[in-house]
């Protein structure tokens, strides 16, 4: 069974950081393209940032660029995602998830497998 989890939410101050962690089991890690989702209430899934299975080639929402930054591990099977600069629009769920097929992809239906989520709340 392929299971993605992930960890690191809480609840911090516009203009504070967070880092969330994405742990991969189930699966050969460095095969998947591996990407963030987010997902606020009343809101559609929205995508966050991707990277490729060596980490090569990184791909953000337009509203992220500049403040968050992806990245992975290969070797603890984790992907990253290191958010600075918060806003309170950025309050969500975030969530991982994996796509096998070569290249990036912004497009939830893209994906193989996904996490269950870390809440994210960003206070004012």
């Known amino acids: 069974q392929v299971l993605l989890v992930e960890s690191g939410g809480g609840l911090v101050q516009a203009g504070g950081s967070l880092r969330l962690s994405c742990a991969a089991s189930?699966?050969?890690?460095?095969?998947?393209?591996m990407a963030w989702f987010r997902q606020a209430p009343g809101k559609e899934r929205e995508f966050v940032a991707a990277i490729t299975r060596s980490g090569g080639d990184t791909y953000y929402a337009d509203s992220v660029k500049g403040r968050f930054t992806i990245s992975r591990d290969n070797a603890k099977n984790t992907v990253y995602l290191q958010m600075n600069s918060l806003k309170p629009e950025d309050t969500a769920v975030y969530y991982c998830?994996?796509?096998?097929?070569?290249?990036?992809?912004?497009?939830?239906?893209?994906?193989?497998?996904w996490g269950q989520g870390t809440q994210v709340t960003v206070s004012s």
């Open positions: 189930g699966l050969t890690f460095n095969s998947y393209a």
């Open positions: 998830a994996a796509r096998f097929r070569f290249g990036l992809a912004s497009k939830g239906y893209d994906y193989n497998f």
